[in-house]
C-alpha cells in the first residue's frame, strides 16, 4: 500500500517527513507538498496570524482524501482537534531555543537580535536584557541568509528545526535556558481512518508519553484561553507531568508551577498571570 503523507513544501517540513519515514520503516509512499495560508502569509512578512493557517490546507487534503496521513510540527498545531481528524505526537527532539550568532559567541545586549515571535521577543528582553530587537521573517534558510548578510548579530531558531535539517554544526550558536513553546521539537501526525497499517505498536509506550504530556499543556492553555501568540512557554514533565512555564508582560514575568494542570492554572490565576497574559492584546 502506497501511502500518501501530506506536509508542508519547505525545507525543515520534508526533513520531518524524511525522520518520520525513517523511523518508522515506511518504504512505500508518496508525499503531497502543500503551501499552506500560513507560508504564504509569513512570506509577505505577516505575524499575528492563527498558527492554523500552517496546519487547515493540509487538513483539507485529509477530508478529502487527497492524503492518508499528515505531519506537522506540533507547535503549529492548535490546541483544539478539527472534527473528523485524530491527532498523535511522536518523535520528540530537544524543546530548546538556540541563539545564533553571525560573528561573536557571546550575547550583548547591544546586539541587533532577530525574532519575530512575541515569546522570544520578551524572553529575550526580561532574561537576557536584549535592547534592539527586530522582527525577522522566512524559513530557516531565508533567517540564516539575513543573519549571514549582517542583517542581524544574532537570531533565536528552534534547535531541533536545525538539528533536523543538519545544520548544527555550521554554526555559531548557544542553547538557550528558558522553557520554550507547547509541541516544540515534536511532531504531530494527523489521519481520518485507522493507522494500524503504520506499525507504531513497537513505539507505542514512548508515543503516549509524548501525547500525555503535550495534552496536559494544551489544558492548561486552552483553560486561559492562551493561543498561538500568546507570550507564554511551558513544559511538563513525562514522567512526574509536573507541568511549568512563564507568562511575559510588558515589564515583568511570572514564573507557574504545578503537580497537574489543575495546580498549574491556580498559580497562573494567584499571581495575576492573566492580566500578564491580556496585556499584549
Known amino acids: 500500500m502506497t501511502i500518501k ?30 503551501k499552506t495560508m ?7 512578512g505577516e505575524t499575528l496570524f492563527d498558527k492554523a493557517h500552517f496546519v487547515s490546507d493540509i487538513q483539507k487534503c485529509l477530508l478529502n482524501k487527497d492524503a492518508d496521513i499528515a505531519i506537522h510540527s506540533a507547535k503549529d498545531t492548535p490546541a483544539k482537534e478539527t472534527n473528523g481528524i485524530c491527532r ?12 545564533v550568532f553571525n560573528n561573536d559567541t557571546e550575547f ?16 529575550a528582553k526580561h532574561h537576557l536584557g536584549s535592547k534592539n530587537i527586530s522582527d525577522i521573517f522566512g524559513n530557516v534558510d531565508t533567517r540564516l541568509e539575513k543573519l549571514c548578510r549582517g542583517d542581524y548579530d544574532c537570531i533565536i531558531l528552534a534547535k531541533a528545526g536545525l538539528e533536523r535539517l543538519k545544520l548544527l554544526k555550521d554554526l555559531k550558536y548557544k542553547d538557550m535556558k528558558w522553557v ?12 481520518i481512518n485507522n493507522i494500524k497499517y503504520l506499525n507504531l505498536e513497537n513505539h507505542q509506550e514512548a508515543i503516549e508519553k509524548v501525547n500525555a504530556s503535550i495534552r496536559a499543556q494544551r489544558c492548561v492553555l486552552d483553560a486561559i484561553d492562551a493561543n498561538c501568540n500568546s507570550a507564554i512557554s511551558i513544559q511538563s514533565n513525562q514522567d512526574d507531568f509536573e507541568i511549568s512555564g512563564e507568562i511575559y ?26 492580566k500578564l497574559l491580556n496585556e499584549h492584546n
Request: proline letters at 0%; aromatic letters at 6%.
Open 5 to 34: 503523507i501530506a506536509s508542508r513544501s519547505s525545507k525543515l517540513a520534508l526533513a520531518q517527513v524524511e525522520e518520520f519515514i525513517t523511523k518508522y520503516q515506511i518504504s512505500d509512499y508518496e508525499i503531497v507538498k502543500i
Open 249 to 274: 508582560g510588558k515589564k515583568k514575568y511570572i514564573s507557574f508551577l504545578g503537580s497537574n494542570t489543575l495546580d498549574a492554572i491556580e498559580s497562573i490565576t494567584k499571581q495575576d498571570g492573566l
Open 88 to 99: 498523535t505526537f511522536l518523535l520528540s527532539k530537544t524543546a530548546k531555543d538556540v541563539l
Open 180 to 191: 520554550t513553546a507547547s509541541g516544540q521539537g515534536t511532531l504531530a501526525i494527523e489521519f
Open 38 to 44: 500560513g507560508d504564504i502569509k509569513s512570506a509577505r
Open 108 to 123: 550583548d545586549a547591544e546586539m541587533r537580535l532577530g525574532t519575530s515571535s512575541l515569546r522570544r521577543k520578551l524572553q
